[in-house]
């Protein structure tokens, strides 16, 4: 299903901080299916060619992935460390902050960390770069294990 509210979010926020004299940005996505499924990437660079601009991404989006996921792949982390970008693009398994089982605190607390980690990470290799959380949607019908 897609949901294009979110992405057309993205883009805007991305296109709003072009700045003047530099048409050309890049980002690096880390996500999951979401991300790859509803091709999130090529529609922001579609958006940014369509106003003039050029826009080059990488992406990384095994299903499934989380923001600890990332933290510990190697390929992640490689794709971080290669540098070449302008922003890192982090979207976050659809249901892991929404989870209301035992010990959901220390489950977020941990999510959170990821997000930390790679946005650390990032800022290592260059203070410019600006991290963006992308959230996924909630499901109609809610998380499963609740019903």
Same mark, same amino acid.
């Given at each position: ?23 050309? $940005? +890049?980002?690096?996505?880390? *996500? ?12 922001? &660079?579609? #958006? @940014? ?8 991404? $990488? +992406?990384?989006?095994?299903? *499934? ?12 982390? &490689?794709? #971080? @460390? ?66």
């Amino acid at each position: 299903m897609k949901f294009p509210l979110f992405k057309y979010c993205l883009v805007f926020l991305l296109l709003c901080s072009y700045t003047y004299g530099q048409s050309e $940005k +890049s980002a690096l996505f880390l *996500g999951n299916s979401y991300t790859y499924v509803n091709d999130l990437h090529r529609m922001v &660079a579609e #958006i @940014a060619i369509s106003q003039g601009n050029s826009f080059r991404y $990488k +992406s990384h989006t095994p299903g *499934g992935y989380n923001w600890s996921s990332h933290a510990t792949d190697s390929t992640s982390l &490689a794709h #971080i @460390a290669a540098g070449d970008y302008d922003y890192l693009i982090l979207q976050e398994q659809s249901t892991r902050l929404a989870t209301n089982e035992n010990g959901a605190a220390k489950y977020q607390h941990y999510s959170i960390m990821g997000a930390e980690y790679l946005d650390f990470q990032a800022k290592l290799l260059d203070t410019c770069v600006r991290s963006m959380l992308y959230l996924a949607w909630g499901r109609k019908e809610g998380h499963g294990i609740y019903q």
